[in-house]
C-alpha cells in the first residue's frame, strides 16, 4: 500500500504480505483494525483468514495491546459490528458472517500480535525442537554481557588499527582508548 487511503476495509490487500507506514495519529491502528475483522468475518471463505493465521507485528508493547483490544471491540460492539456488516453490501452472508465472527472471538487471543521479540520468541517456541532448542528455556531481557562483549570487541579491534596507532603518541593514544571505553 503506498496510501493509507488505499488501505480500506473492503479493499483488496493485493498479497498476503502487507506493510503498512504513515505518520502518528494518521489512523494506522484503525485501519489494521478494521482489515482484519473485515478479514475474520469474510463469509467468502476464499478470502477470509483465521486469527491464527495472522501475525501483525509493532514496535512497542503498548501497540500491540491496543490492537488486540480494537480489534475485539470492532468484533463485540454492536455499532462496530454493524459498521462492518455494511462493508460487505449486497454480498453479506448474515449466518456466515454470525459463524465467523463467533469463530474469530473465540481465536483472537490464537493471533500472532505483538512486537518482534515476541514473534521471535513465538516462532522459537514452535520450530526450536528442530534445533534442539529447550521449550523451557526463556530468551534473557538483559542485555548487558551481549552489549560488554560487543563492546570490548569492537574497542579491541579499533585500537589494533594500525592507522589508528600510528595517528597517536604513546601518551595520547593511551588518552583516547580511556576515552572510547567510557563511551560504552
Known sequence: MSNLNE???ESELGSPLTFLNASAGTGKTYS?????????????EE?????????????????ARELKTRI????????EVADLKKSFGKSLNEKQFEKNRAYSIAHLNEASIGTIHHFCTEILGIVGTLADFDAGRTLSQD???????????????????????RSFDSKSYQKTLKECSELF
Open 72 to 79: 475485539q471491540t470492532f468484533l463485540t460492539n454492536e455499532e
Open 47 to 63: 478470502n477470509r483468514i483465521k486469527p491464527e493465521e495472522v501475525a501483525v507485528i509493532t514496535f512497542t508493547n503498548n501497540a
Open 143 to 165: 542485555t548487558s554481557d551481549l552489549l560488554e562483549f560487543t563492546n570490548n570487541a569492537n574497542l579491541t579491534k579499533y585500537s589494533q588499527s594500525k592507522s589508528f596507532a
Open 7 to 9: 488501505f480500506k476495509a
Open 32 to 44: 489494521i483494525c478494521k482489515k482484519l475483522c473485515y478479514l475474520f468475518v469474510d463469509s467468502n
